[in-house]
């Protein structure tokens, strides 16, 4: 690199914008429709999960951190009806309220592939390693604050309004510590992973469990969102 150049920096704000370009990225192959996020970004003081329906990731390694996706009632039922007819469910199998536990998991899926996409990127594009925990998912009817389990030096936290191919709203709230990389030799980094395919290896390999799976999958599901909330001091 010559000393006169200007090093490249890779900030928050470009982390934010990487994110928000795989939840787009992931949602519009999985839903075969277009999902948009605005132009303007807010920067918050706090985060937190939403009514109807609230998911979060925690991330670690290279840097630390915490995903939240807010969904109306009305987007998450878009995207899980579009999401399932995608994967050739008959219209009259899927489920009719946002609060079914069928709706909380393939949205908690969905989540975990636009974090997944991200982290891929972050490994290739930034050469760090960050890792995450399993998504979690929860249909909620108030407000609750939700913050990073760890000391962060300087926090800093974001919130993107998206839009679906129906024009139904959700927001991503990103909060992290102040960070930049700083490019110090120039590298190529590896291609990207096909969408299409991260789909169908999730979607082909899913299937409805019943009966006694069903109950003891159910409980153990919410046996580690208990752990996961008494660990966030919820």
Do not use: H, R, W
């Given at each position: 690199m010559n000393k006169t150049e200007r090093p490249t920096v890779y900030d928050t704000d470009d982390l934010l914008i990487s994110l928000c370009n795989s939840v787009t990225r992931v949602l519009t192959v999985a839903t075969?429709?277009?999902?948009?996020?605005?132009g303007m970004v807010q920067r918050i003081t706090r985060t937190c999960l939403k009514p109807?329906?609230?998911?979060?990731?925690?991330?670690?390694?290279?840097?630390?951190?915490?995903?939240?996706l807010n969904f109306s009632s009305?987007?998450?039922m878009e995207l899980y009806e579009r999401y399932m007819l995608k994967m050739g469910m008959a219209k009259g199998d899927?489920?009719?309220?946002?609060?079914?536990?069928?709706?909380?998991n393939?949205?908690?899926?969905?989540?975990?592939?636009?974090?997944?996409d991200f982290t891929g990127k972050v490994r290739r594009e930034l050469q760090t390693h960050i890792t995450q925990n399993?998504?979690?998912?929860?249909?909620?009817?108030?407000?609750?604050?939700?913050?990073?389990d760890t000391n962060l030096d300087e926090p800093e936290a974001r919130r993107v309004t998206f839009y679906t191919g129906a024009n139904n709203i959700f927001y991503l709230e990103l909060a992290i510590d102040r960070t930049e990389f700083v490019k110090l030799r120039d590298f190529e980094p590896e291609a990207a992973a096909d969408p299409d395919a991260l789909l169908e290896e999730h979607g082909n390999g899913e299937a409805k469990p019943s009966g006694a799976s069903q109950a003891a999958q159910s409980s153990a599901?919410?046996?580690d969102t208990d752990d996961l909330l008494k660990s966030l001091g919820m």
């Open positions: 075969d429709s277009q999902v948009q996020y605005s109807d329906i609230g998911c979060f990731v925690l991330f670690d390694g290279g840097f630390s951190g915490l995903v939240i009305q987007a998450a899927l489920a009719s309220s946002f609060t079914s536990d069928e709706v909380g393939i949205m908690g899926e969905l989540m975990n592939q636009i974090v997944g399993q998504p979690k998912m929860l249909a909620l009817n108030k407000q609750v604050l939700l913050s990073v599901s919410s046996d």
